[in-house]
Protein backbone atom coordinates (compact mmCIF):
# COMPACT_ATOMS: atom_id res chain seq x y z
CA UNK A 1 0.00 0.00 0.00
CA UNK A 2 1.71 3.12 -1.30
CA UNK A 3 1.55 5.98 1.21
CA UNK A 4 2.21 9.04 -1.12
CA UNK A 5 2.18 8.37 -4.68
CA UNK A 6 2.99 11.00 -7.55
CA UNK A 7 1.60 10.18 -11.18
CA UNK A 8 3.19 10.53 -13.70
CA UNK A 9 6.53 9.12 -12.75
CA UNK A 10 7.91 10.37 -16.17
CA UNK A 11 6.84 13.42 -18.32
CA UNK A 12 8.62 14.38 -21.74
CA UNK A 13 7.11 17.35 -22.96
CA UNK A 14 7.51 20.57 -25.46
CA UNK A 15 8.19 24.10 -24.38
CA UNK A 16 5.29 26.41 -24.15
CA UNK A 17 2.93 23.24 -22.72
CA UNK A 18 0.56 22.86 -19.99
CA UNK A 19 1.13 19.65 -18.02
CA UNK A 20 -0.12 18.28 -14.31
CA UNK A 21 1.15 16.22 -12.04
CA UNK A 22 -1.02 14.60 -9.18
CA UNK A 23 -0.28 13.29 -5.94
CA UNK A 24 -2.01 11.60 -3.31
CA UNK A 25 -1.28 10.43 0.43
CA UNK A 26 -3.24 7.92 2.34
CA UNK A 27 -1.14 8.63 5.40
CA UNK A 28 -4.00 10.92 6.77
CA UNK A 29 -1.68 13.79 7.42
CA UNK A 30 -2.90 17.35 7.04
CA UNK A 31 0.55 19.11 5.62
CA UNK A 32 1.80 18.05 2.10
CA UNK A 33 3.86 19.68 0.13
CA UNK A 34 5.81 19.99 -3.35
CA UNK A 35 9.69 20.52 -3.87
CA UNK A 36 11.58 20.80 -7.13
CA UNK A 37 15.26 18.84 -7.18
CA UNK A 38 16.92 20.12 -10.32
CA UNK A 39 20.06 18.78 -11.93
CA UNK A 40 22.79 19.26 -9.10
CA UNK A 41 20.53 17.60 -6.73
CA UNK A 42 19.31 20.47 -4.29
CA UNK A 43 15.94 19.79 -2.98
CA UNK A 44 13.98 23.13 -2.43
CA UNK A 45 10.42 23.54 -1.03
CA UNK A 46 7.89 24.90 -3.34
CA UNK A 47 4.73 24.72 -1.43
CA UNK A 48 3.25 24.11 2.03
CA UNK A 49 -0.61 22.90 2.10
CA UNK A 50 -2.31 22.75 5.33
CA UNK A 51 -5.82 21.28 5.49
CA UNK A 52 -6.40 22.34 1.67
CA UNK A 53 -4.96 25.83 2.19
CA UNK A 54 -1.73 27.44 1.11
CA UNK A 55 1.05 28.16 3.76
CA UNK A 56 4.53 28.51 1.88
CA UNK A 57 4.75 29.88 -1.17
CA UNK A 58 8.46 29.78 -2.13
CA UNK A 59 8.68 32.73 -4.56
CA UNK A 60 7.74 29.61 -7.22
CA UNK A 61 6.84 31.36 -10.75
CA UNK A 62 3.06 31.97 -10.92
CA UNK A 63 3.06 29.46 -13.88
CA UNK A 64 2.73 27.21 -11.00
CA UNK A 65 -0.38 26.65 -9.64
CA UNK A 66 -1.03 23.87 -6.64
CA UNK A 67 -4.52 22.95 -5.90
CA UNK A 68 -5.42 20.56 -3.05
CA UNK A 69 -9.42 19.38 -3.69
CA UNK A 70 -8.79 17.50 -0.07
CA UNK A 71 -6.38 17.07 2.49
CA UNK A 72 -5.05 13.55 0.82
CA UNK A 73 -3.85 15.43 -2.49
CA UNK A 74 -2.12 17.94 -3.96
CA UNK A 75 -2.36 18.47 -7.38
CA UNK A 76 0.69 20.66 -9.09
CA UNK A 77 -0.20 22.42 -12.56
CA UNK A 78 2.33 24.19 -14.57
CA UNK A 79 1.66 26.74 -17.88
CA UNK A 80 3.32 26.90 -20.32
CA UNK A 81 6.67 25.17 -19.90
CA UNK A 82 10.46 26.30 -20.09
CA UNK A 83 13.20 24.05 -20.34
CA UNK A 84 14.47 25.64 -16.72
CA UNK A 85 11.42 23.83 -15.32
CA UNK A 86 13.12 20.18 -16.36
CA UNK A 87 13.80 18.54 -12.95
CA UNK A 88 12.45 16.06 -10.70
CA UNK A 89 9.48 17.02 -8.57
CA UNK A 90 8.63 15.37 -5.32
CA UNK A 91 5.32 15.41 -3.33
CA UNK A 92 5.24 14.66 0.29
CA UNK A 93 3.15 14.72 3.38
CA UNK A 94 3.56 15.22 7.18
CA UNK A 95 1.80 15.18 10.11
CA UNK A 96 2.38 19.07 12.15
CA UNK A 97 2.01 19.48 16.06
CA UNK A 98 3.01 22.48 18.10
CA UNK A 99 6.69 20.91 17.26
CA UNK A 100 7.08 21.96 14.31
CA UNK A 101 6.38 19.19 11.26
CA UNK A 102 7.04 15.56 12.03
CA UNK A 103 8.55 12.89 9.51
CA UNK A 104 7.88 14.00 6.00
CA UNK A 105 6.97 10.86 3.60
CA UNK A 106 8.04 11.51 -0.11
CA UNK A 107 6.41 10.37 -2.97
CA UNK A 108 8.92 8.46 -6.00
CA UNK A 109 9.21 11.41 -7.90
CA UNK A 110 8.06 12.85 -11.11
CA UNK A 111 11.15 13.31 -13.80
CA UNK A 112 10.16 15.99 -16.06
CA UNK A 113 11.78 16.88 -18.81
CA UNK A 114 11.24 20.03 -21.37
CA UNK A 115 12.67 19.82 -24.84
CA UNK B 1 24.32 32.86 3.94
CA UNK B 2 22.44 29.24 3.07
CA UNK B 3 20.05 28.71 5.63
CA UNK B 4 21.14 25.09 6.12
CA UNK B 5 24.73 24.13 5.43
CA UNK B 6 26.38 20.83 5.06
CA UNK B 7 29.73 19.33 4.56
CA UNK B 8 31.12 19.44 0.95
CA UNK B 9 31.29 15.91 -0.40
CA UNK B 10 32.11 13.19 -1.43
CA UNK B 11 33.13 11.29 1.17
CA UNK B 12 34.91 8.86 0.20
CA UNK B 13 35.96 5.96 3.02
CA UNK B 14 36.46 2.13 3.51
CA UNK B 15 33.91 -0.57 4.66
CA UNK B 16 34.24 -0.76 8.69
CA UNK B 17 35.03 2.87 9.10
CA UNK B 18 33.82 6.00 11.47
CA UNK B 19 32.20 9.06 9.21
CA UNK B 20 30.94 12.11 10.56
CA UNK B 21 28.86 14.56 8.81
CA UNK B 22 27.70 18.14 9.85
CA UNK B 23 25.36 20.65 9.33
CA UNK B 24 24.86 24.21 10.76
CA UNK B 25 21.49 26.11 10.43
CA UNK B 26 20.62 30.14 10.04
CA UNK B 27 17.73 30.52 12.20
CA UNK B 28 18.04 29.68 16.18
CA UNK B 29 14.21 29.57 16.09
CA UNK B 30 14.26 26.63 13.56
CA UNK B 31 11.99 24.02 15.70
CA UNK B 32 12.91 20.79 14.44
CA UNK B 33 15.57 18.57 12.80
CA UNK B 34 16.51 15.77 10.65
CA UNK B 35 18.84 13.63 8.81
CA UNK B 36 17.32 12.06 5.53
CA UNK B 37 19.25 9.51 3.22
CA UNK B 38 18.60 9.68 -0.06
CA UNK B 39 19.87 7.03 -2.64
CA UNK B 40 20.55 7.75 -6.33
CA UNK B 41 17.36 8.25 -8.29
CA UNK B 42 15.00 8.18 -5.26
CA UNK B 43 13.00 10.01 -2.79
CA UNK B 44 14.89 10.66 0.31
CA UNK B 45 13.36 8.55 3.44
CA UNK B 46 13.92 9.81 7.39
CA UNK B 47 17.29 8.28 8.83
CA UNK B 48 16.59 9.89 12.45
CA UNK B 49 15.45 12.78 13.95
CA UNK B 50 17.92 15.15 15.81
CA UNK B 51 17.08 15.90 19.48
CA UNK B 52 19.39 18.39 22.01
CA UNK B 53 19.29 15.26 24.25
CA UNK B 54 21.24 13.31 21.34
CA UNK B 55 19.84 10.25 19.63
CA UNK B 56 21.39 6.42 18.64
CA UNK B 57 20.24 4.32 16.40
CA UNK B 58 22.36 1.21 15.84
CA UNK B 59 25.25 2.62 13.87
CA UNK B 60 24.11 6.06 13.66
CA UNK B 61 23.77 8.92 16.24
CA UNK B 62 23.19 12.22 15.61
CA UNK B 63 23.70 15.36 17.76
CA UNK B 64 22.08 18.65 18.12
CA UNK B 65 23.79 21.85 19.64
CA UNK B 66 21.33 24.64 19.68
CA UNK B 67 23.81 27.45 20.79
CA UNK B 68 25.63 26.96 18.17
CA UNK B 69 23.54 25.84 15.58
CA UNK B 70 24.79 22.80 14.55
CA UNK B 71 23.76 19.22 13.57
CA UNK B 72 25.84 16.10 13.06
CA UNK B 73 25.54 12.88 11.80
CA UNK B 74 27.79 9.91 12.75
CA UNK B 75 28.06 6.74 11.42
CA UNK B 76 29.78 3.74 12.72
CA UNK B 77 31.19 0.32 11.25
CA UNK B 78 30.28 1.77 7.48
CA UNK B 79 28.87 -0.17 5.48
CA UNK B 80 28.80 -0.98 1.53
CA UNK B 81 25.32 -0.11 1.92
CA UNK B 82 25.58 3.14 3.74
CA UNK B 83 26.76 5.01 0.13
CA UNK B 84 24.16 7.37 -0.69
CA UNK B 85 23.33 11.32 -0.04
CA UNK B 86 22.70 12.82 3.66
CA UNK B 87 20.53 15.31 3.69
CA UNK B 88 20.20 17.92 6.69
CA UNK B 89 17.01 19.12 7.45
CA UNK B 90 15.24 22.08 9.64
CA UNK B 91 12.08 22.89 10.07
CA UNK B 92 11.29 27.05 10.54
CA UNK B 93 9.39 27.92 13.10
CA UNK B 94 5.67 27.65 12.66
CA UNK B 95 6.88 24.19 11.08
CA UNK B 96 5.44 24.38 7.73
CA UNK B 97 8.81 25.45 5.73
CA UNK B 98 11.57 22.73 5.73
CA UNK B 99 14.51 23.73 4.61
CA UNK B 100 17.15 20.89 2.97
CA UNK B 101 21.04 21.13 2.61
CA UNK B 102 22.69 20.40 -0.52
CA UNK B 103 23.33 16.92 0.64
CA UNK B 104 26.36 15.06 1.31
CA UNK B 105 27.47 12.44 -0.80
CA UNK B 106 28.53 9.01 0.19
CA UNK B 107 31.19 6.05 -0.71
CA UNK B 108 31.61 3.39 1.38
CA UNK B 109 34.00 0.86 -0.59
CA UNK B 110 34.93 -2.46 -0.20
Known amino acids: DTAVSQTPKYLVTQMGNDKSIKCEQNLGHDTMYWYKQDSKKFLKIMFS???????INETVPNRFSPKSPDKAHLNLHINSLELGDSAVYFC??????????????FGPGTRLTVL | RKEVEQDPGPFNVPEGATVAFNCTYS??????FFWYRQDCRKEPKLLMSVYSSGNEDGRFTAQLNRASQYISLLIRDSKLSDSATYLCVVNTPGGFKTIFGAGTRLFVKA
Open chain 1, 92 to 105: ASSAVTSGGAGEQF
Open chain 2, 27 to 32: NSASQS
Open chain 1, 49 to 55: YNNKELI
